[in-house]
């Protein structure tokens, strides 16, 4: 789990988002082994995460025969009438360099997924900064 690793920031910007009061926060840390560095809006009054954008910063690194030269993240969750948070969707970017046959390939490879499971708060990754 990733959480341990990283270091949480509150920002003073706040917005509102999907009707919820939301505050920014910043975080960098260890995640997936690698550097990476993002913000999350929270609900002000539960804590629960309305948007998490993250990415990779070591980069560029190998991974197999596979060079990674970005790697992005954004997840979106609601919050139901039973106030249960739920992820939502979630987008991923990645830009990568590889070799078949000895001939380099560039590529850019986009991943959108929809999420249909609520879950309960204590069991979402960003339960810590909400107790700050």
């Not at 804590?47 to 992005?72: C, H, M, N």
């Amino acid at each position: 789990d990733a959480q341990p690793a990283m270091q949480w920031h509150p920002e003073p910007e706040s917005r509102i988002i999907a009707g919820h009061s939301c505050q920014r926060f910043t975080f960098s840390g260890k995640m997936t082994g690698h550097q990476a560095k993002g913000e999350a809006w929270l609900t002000k009054d539960s804590g629960f995460p309305l948007e998490v954008d993250w990415r990779i910063v070591d980069v560029p690194f190998k991974q197999a025969e596979t060079t990674i030269k970005a790697y992005s993240q954004k997840d979106i969750y609601t919050i139901n009438k039973e106030r249960l948070c739920h992820k939502s969707s979630s987008e991923t970017t990645i830009s990568l360099e590889y070799s078949i046959f000895y001939k380099p390939y560039g590529g850019l490879i986009l991943r959108k997924t929809a999420f249909a499971n609520f879950r309960k708060r204590q069991d979402l990754p960003l339960n810590v900064v909400a107790d700050n």
